[in-house]
């Protein structure tokens, strides 16, 4: 496991209290009333989780990707949905930070870091989802800029985005040589958000879509140019697998805690459930896979920090820890019996999140394909 900086470490720590204090009671209570929890984005914002690693010198923490990976295994131990609006913020302001024209920081970074505005990346469409190069929202050149119309879908925060990153083809046909990527204003005429939340994901990831039709964004507001935005979109959905697999340990991580706290007080044929053979093996097997995915994702964090190339580390972590998930969350909820299925409890929330997981930030089925071609490989 790494071991963090000690300042990474103190707010590692502070996230773990504020999650038991504030996420843990109220997840279910979202899930059940269908609420999107902007306070909770708000009081992330101000641990600092929406700047995480963004510059000091722009107002962020200026953290490691392994700190990130940690936080993004605390909070999805909460919620799923959270962690992952909470983080999709995030990598808007660590984009624009790292990116941007300097008037396009000043305007949305900081607003994004203290929790004022809330930031979405737009890539996947109706027709296109894993296959990003056949995307076809476009962007025409004008003389204002670029005209962007076309339709998004199954977006992290579309529900309630200010900012949102969209990707669009500057070249009909041409693939992925012509993917750019734009700076959108949600506010500005030409975006209109879908009427309809995506059903089936979690409340909290306010996931949705929109339809752009006619909306102009300026000159400086090109974020990626043509050429460069889909190479650069793709080492963002690697670092995306590599916290998706740590989000994946955190709902095992609570879901083994919950079942572990449940077998020490409840009784069944007169002993404790933890004094069952059958039922601690139940137990025994999630924790040690639980480690095994763990370390995956550590291995895969540290080659980020490193500036290595992390494209199979990256899908065999998300491959594993996913697999693991779908697992292990189901059976930990099963050995609570029918108290399982509380909400109070995160096992059915924890369900739905392992299965959005295994989806995001490309299938499983794509990631094997990723790794039988590293095999391949002279």
């Known amino acids: ?12 720590e502070r996230c773990e209290r504020w999650v038991a204090e504030s996420v843990v009671p109220e997840a279910g209570r979202w899930e059940r009333e269908r609420v999107f929890p902007a306070d909770a984005l708000v009081g992330a914002a101000e641990l600092g989780l929406t700047r995480l690693r963004v510059s000091p010198r722009l107002g962020g923490m200026g953290a490691s990707f392994a700190c990130k990976a940690r936080i993004a295994e605390l909070l999805a131990g909460g919620d799923f ?50 296959d990003f190069a056949a995307i076809r929202t476009t962007a025409a050149r004008t003389g204002d800029g670029w005209r962007l119309d076309g339709r998004k879908a199954w977006i992290t925060n579309a529900r309630a985005a200010d900012v949102v990153i969209v990707y669009a083809q500057t070249q009909p046909g041409a693939g992925a040589a012509g993917i750019a990527a734009f700076v959108v204003d949600a506010s500005r005429a030409g975006f209109a958000r879908d009427d309809e939340p995506c059903s089936g994901a979690p409340w909290s990831m306010g996931t949705s879509g ?28 690697n670092g995306a697998r590599v916290y998706v697999a740590a989000m994946c340990c955190g709902m095992v991580a609570a879901s083994l805690r919950c079942a572990a706290e449940h077998g020490d007080r409840r009784q069944a044929f007169g002993r404790v459930l933890r004094e069952h053979q059958a039922w601690r093996f139940l137990l025994a097997e999630a924790a040690v896979d639980l480690r095994a995915a763990r370390l995956m994702v550590a291995d895969a964090a540290q080659a980020i920090d490193a500036g290595a190339d992390v494209r199979t580390r990256a899908a065999a972590a998300k491959v594993c820890a996913t697999r693991m998930a779908e697992r292990h969350v189901r059976a930990l909820g099963h050995a609570l019996g029918a108290e399982g299925l509380r909400d109070r409890h995160p096992f059915m929330r924890h369900i739905v999140g392992a299965q959005v997981a295994t989806l995001v930030d490309g299938s499983t089925e794509m990631l094997l394909e990723r790794i039988a071609r590293r095999f391949e490989d002279p």
């Open 210 to 237: 929109f339809r752009l039709d006619g909306y102009v964004a300026r000159d400086e507001e090109l974020l990626h140019p043509p050429g460069t935005g889909f190479e650069r979109a793709l080492q963002s959905i």
């Open 81 to 130: 949905g959270l962690a992952m609006s909470v983080v999709n913020s995030h990598n808007v302001a660590e984009e624009l930070a790292r990116w941007a024209p300097e008037a396009v920081v000043q305007r949305w970074v900081g607003a994004v870091g203290t929790g004022a505005c809330i930031g979405c990346t737009a890539l996947t469409e109706p027709d296109a989802g894993s």
């Open 1 to 12: 496991m790494i071991t963090l900086p000690e300042a990474e470490q103190r707010l590692v």
